[in-house]
């Protein structure tokens, strides 16, 4: 879903210019060997030939010759900022970024292109994190900033793209600039192809199928049509095509399209799921809910590695589009894997995705937002509620409460706490000014004596958003486990366990994430029947189950005290004795192969109840018939005295493979 600038804007877009730079004052009376253009001009050829590592030493040599607080100095610190992005270092690129912006002088014409080139890549940076918000924010920047038709066209488009699951609407007016500003100029058939799969994802995810479907046949036909020549340009216009098509209720021109991706039809080797392939749960933090689905795209490097996770389309909204993206990001392939699977088959992959229903867990936070409510009613003030899924248009209602507020009470007052707090949590507020509002309100907490466990989630914010790479591994962690030693969160069962649980919730190891569940399910502190302990408690035995642990996990969930219906926590599962279903005629006809993930309950007689899918490869070809292959299996009966269901919450892999 990233623009490849280069590629579709040419390579003028990336020209470096010759600037006049600011000599710094010497520091000895010594004559440089170089002068400072050549620098500059020696640091932009490294650029040019992408030698990252040479690239940074360079553009880190001219800034320590430039004078500070100069425009050189600031040219130079974006510059530098370019190349730590490309070496993956994205907080040191942010901090460059904004040092060399701030640099600039406004009304310099000629500084136009650094400027975009600044806001762009901040913007590259927060969509990486899957900050959409924030990445709307710098891609706006970037539009205003650029002064050429393919910069500004660049940025519309990245602008829409992120808008597509934050603001609709916003998208729809990137768009419709875009369109006004390439009518009149001569665009080649990718950058028409491009366009059109912006205007078909963001209608496809606004539920209007036939006129998203008619743009992303523009756009394979941009790309030279449904020709065996393909590379991933087309591997993706192709998959917007088919799932446009299915969803407007063309079936057979969707499996065309989708046939036509390559997708399921591997000639060597096959796409197996991933070793780790976790859903995210339904509830939780996303308050996710068993009608969401997704489909997601990523690539999978030669180490087993996600990258480029990106959002193409979901029934439920934005925010569910990202939250089911986020839990794309921990998944992995083994080395074995990635070595039988074509290099090609592992770019642009999509997924079909919706949530679990085993072990479904209450949300941390939502907990500690209870809190802050409650201690805010004792002083007269209220958190206001909103309707899942109105951020965008929320947020205009949250600013100008901030506004208000501030003018009738003051900057500091507590007043400025609910809207501070609405806005730190709405979704369309990207990671910088998050981070820049969570401090606001955490100071004026701290200053009005909030409790802990209300204070709690405003410090987390503030540590969780300074860091662009809080997503990576172990960054969540390292972020957040100092405030385990802090006196006033230490010293209080609920706001301890509420972080040892955040902690665990973001650790991939599951024995490291065992660990800190245990610690909570033990604390003498909490009560019995504490939702924080009840919450560690179903965590944990989901791990347990997981490790084959069945009699340890019946146990820790009956101390949950929640019903027990899952055949692991009650009794060793079911025995499987028979499959049903049949080959999907669709997939025959086509050669497609595939897979699906499928959740369900068995009753006390062996039936299926229940049943649903939760991973389909490729996107809806084989949705329907692994649902259907796991509804007419049967299962060994379970005895249970009230006649019930006998088990709950099991999963089973359907692969679909042709003969041969």
Known sequence: MRIDR????????????????????????????????????????????????????????????????????????????????????????????????????????????????????????????????????????????????????????????????????????????????????????????????????????????????????????????????????????????????????????????????????????????????????????????????????????????????????????????????????????????????PAFFRYNVRIEMRCSTAFERPSITKFLDADMATWLETKGLALPTEERGADAVAVVRQRAALTAAEAKAGANSLAMLPPLYQLVNNAVVGREETNVLARRALAIAEAQGAPSTARLPLDIIVRETDSADSWKDGAYARAVTPLLSMPIYANDPKARSAILLLIAERTDSRSRRAVLLQQVADDKGLAVNDPLRVGALIRLASLQQQAGETATARTTFERSGLAANQCAILDAPPRFLSSGGVFPNEALAWGFEGWTKTQFDVDANGRVLNQRAVLSYPPFVFTQAGVQTVAGARWSKTFRPDGGVGCGGLSHQVRFKMAG
């Open 6 to 341: 280069v590629g579709v804007f040419g390579a003028g877009m990336m020209a470096v210019a010759a600037a006049t730079v600011q000599v710094a004052a010497p520091v000895t009376a010594q004559t440089p060997a170089t002068t400072l253009q050549q620098d500059f001009d020696a640091a932009a050829a490294l650029d040019t030939k992408d030698d990252k590592t040479a690239a940074l030493a360079a553009w880190q040599k001219l800034e320590g010759r430039t004078k500070p607080g100069s425009r050189s100095r600031g040219v130079a610190l974006i510059r530098k900022s370019a190349a730590l992005f490309k070496l993956d270092r994205s907080d040191d690129a942010v901090v460059a970024a904004r040092a060399g912006l701030a640099l600039l002088p406004a009304s310099d014409a000629t500084l136009a292109e650094d400027r975009w080139r600044a806001y762009y890549d901040l913007g590259s940076i927060a969509e990486n994190a899957l900050d959409y918000a924030g990445a709307s924010d710098s891609y706006a920047s970037a539009e205003t900033a650029a002064d050429t038709p393919d910069l500004k066209a660049a940025s519309m488009l990245a602008l829409a793209n992120t808008k597509t699951f934050t603001d609709p609407a916003a998208a729809d007016g990137a768009l419709a600039r875009a369109d006004a500003l390439l009518k009149p100029l001569k665009a080649d058939g990718k950058l028409k192809a491009l366009v059109a799969r912006r205007h078909a994802i963001l209608l496809l995810n606004r539920g209007a199928y036939e006129p998203a479907r008619v743009y992303a046949i523009d756009a394979v036909k941009q790309l030279g049509g449904l020709t065996e020549k393909t590379d991933v340009n087309d591997v993706s216009a192709r998959s917007d095509a088919a799932i446009a098509s299915l969803l407007a209720g063309k079936a057979d021109e969707a499996r065309r399209y989708m046939a036509m991706t390559g997708a399921g039809r591997l000639t060597n080797g096959e796409f197996d799921p991933a070793v780790q392939m976790d859903v995210p749960p339904c509830g939780g933090e996303a308050d996710l809910r068993p009608a969401d689905m997704a489909v997601v795209e990523f690539t999978i490097g030669d180490d087993g590695v996600v990258r480029n996770v990106a959002p193409i389309y979901a029934a439920g909204g934005g925010a569910v589009a990202l939250e089911f993206a986020r839990a794309v990001r921990d998944w992995s392939w083994t080395p074995e894997q990635v070595k039988a699977l």
